[in-house]
């Protein structure tokens, strides 16, 4: 056993790729520490079976992971089209009707969500991932609108669209995502992530649903549209969310790709800043899908996300669809380890998380542990937030939890840094933890240093308070 291990953590999305016991085990045992399920694709039979094999590997390899319930949202999509394309060219009128069943090869096309209720005359509709761009013409009826064409291209069924400057007032989970959510409340999900977030409500809202019926997940917000990114909106959501996912490829498509990168930076340091999780997804290592290595600009992009601190980085398409899920996740891992080991972790200021006593005691104990080359930081947290916490000041060594709560462990796993351990509520659980690692061979042959982190009243959340140097 080594501390050697990476910091940032990877989330894969489970998938046709991945879709067995085997798959799971191996792209676990290679570095993913959560998975992501998709609620756009799928049905209760397969999120079942992947539910339970996540598990079951994760029992038999000792390894703690975390499992992400992604909820679809207001992703609005094409219905079906006649020979499965329609070509466009600028200046073509075409009705976009939510009634429309059965495409007949003209211009009059299905969509799966009444945009007529939402959109305004003016506004920009982009079709195919924003391959096609178009403005609405006229609110044609209750169901029904006219966009024009602005440029050539072709459209293909259930394809999706984006509303950048649409304002859906609050409205974005659809009956769909009440019904997942319902369905997802009692499987065991660590986090929920809701898609097309606008504002700081839209959080708050999933999370009352979420409280009452009893699901204790953590609430990720996918930054993926204009209204979120907004400075009155961005730190809001920050705030009331219990992690983001920097979804780059509808935000891309929203609000231009030019901004991405600037945004993604702002976000990181963001969630740094107020100790909330942060995960960098899409198209992280695209080319694997169908490639055996990874780009040199993916290789760079995956790099760059390590190094501005980010909690996770995250395949989709890569583990959910590919031709290499496996390789891809060995390329991620060897990314991140080279990265963390030659590079630091660019500062952020992070003056007023300080202001709280939780976050100031953190912050000493990362700044002791640097100070006498401690081998790692051992924290006692029964809700986490101990742990997250130090995570927040991104330590350059292992912070190992101790929790007396499985679902707490199974959250930190995406958490930066964090190796958690599940051992009974116990005045002294850091320095038992500590001493069954040193027998292990964890910190090496000879003496090591430890900083413990703990509270007077274990398993009692929030009353982190106790700092200690051990010599092991």
């Known amino acids: 056993m080594s501390t050697i291990f990476k910091r940032t953590k990877i989330l894969a999305t489970v998938g046709p790729a991945t879709h067995s016991a085997e798959k799971i085990a191996d792209i676990m045992n290679a570095g993913a520490n959560g998975f992501r399920i998709n609620f756009s694709h799928g049905g209760a039979p397969d999120r079942m079976e992947q539910i339970s094999w996540i598990r079951e590997a994760s029992q038999k390899s000792g390894k703690v992971v975390a499992i992400l319930q992604d909820l679809q949202g207001p992703k609005i999509r094409l219905g079906v089209l006649k020979d499965n394309m329609l070509t466009v060219k600028p200046g073509d009128i075409l009705t976009l009707d939510s009634t429309v069943e059965e495409h007949d090869g003209g211009f009059t096309l299905p969509v799966q969500y009444n945009i007529a209720e939402k ?35 072709f459209l293909m069924s259930r394809k999706g669209l984006n509303l950048p400057d649409t304002d859906f007032g609050g409205d974005i989970l659809t009956p769909k995502d009440i019904e997942d959510i319902e369905w997802g ?164 200021d992070k003056d007023e998380a300080r202001k709280k006593t939780d976050a100031a005691i953190s912050y000493s104990a990362v700044r002791l542990a640097q100070d006498i080359k401690a081998s790692a930081i051992i924290a006692e947290t029964s809700s986490g937030a101990t742990a997250v916490n130090i995570a927040a000041f991104r330590p350059n060594l292992p912070i190992i939890s101790v929790t007396d709560r499985q679902e707490t462990a199974q959250k930190l796993a995406l958490s930066y840094a964090n190796r958690s351990f599940v051992r009974p509520s116990d005045p002294d659980a850091a320095g038992k933890i500590a001493d069954e690692l040193k027998a292990e061979g964890y910190f090496g042959d000879g003496p090591a240093r430890v900083v413990l982190v703990s509270g007077y009243t274990p398993g009692e959340p929030g009353t982190t308070n106790n700092i200690q140097v051990r010599v092991l």
């Open 185 to 348: 409340a009692d499987k065991g999900f660590d986090y929920v992530s809701l898609s097309f977030v606008q504002t700081a409500a839209d959080i708050t809202d999933l999370r009352s649903r979420l409280v009452a019926l009893g699901s204790n997940a953590h609430v990720i917000a996918k930054i993926e549209t204009k209204s979120a990114i907004r400075p009155e909106n961005l730190e809001e959501i920050v705030r009331v969310s219990d992690g983001i996912m920097v979804a780059r490829g509808d935000l891309a498509v929203e609000a231009g790709a030019e901004i991405v990168p600037t945004v993604q930076r702002r976000i990181v340091a963001l969630c740094r800043k107020h100790g909330k999780l942060v995960i960098v997804a899409t198209q992280m290592m695209g080319s694997m899908v169908d490639n055996p290595e990874p780009s040199r600009a993916e290789v760079s992009d995956v790099a760059n996300a390590v190094i501005q601190g980010a909690d996770v980085v995250m395949l989709s398409d890569e583990t959910a669809n590919g031709k290499y899920p496996l390789e891809t996740v060995m390329a991620m891992r060897k990314t991140i380890m080279y990265t963390q080991e030659n590079s630091d972790v660019m500062s952020v």
């Open 119 to 153: 959109m305004k005359v003016g506004e920009p509709l982009y079709m195919f991932d924003g391959k096609v761009h178009s403005v609405v013409k006229e609110i044609s009826g209750p169901t029904a609108i006219k966009v024009e064409i602005q440029n050539n291209g």
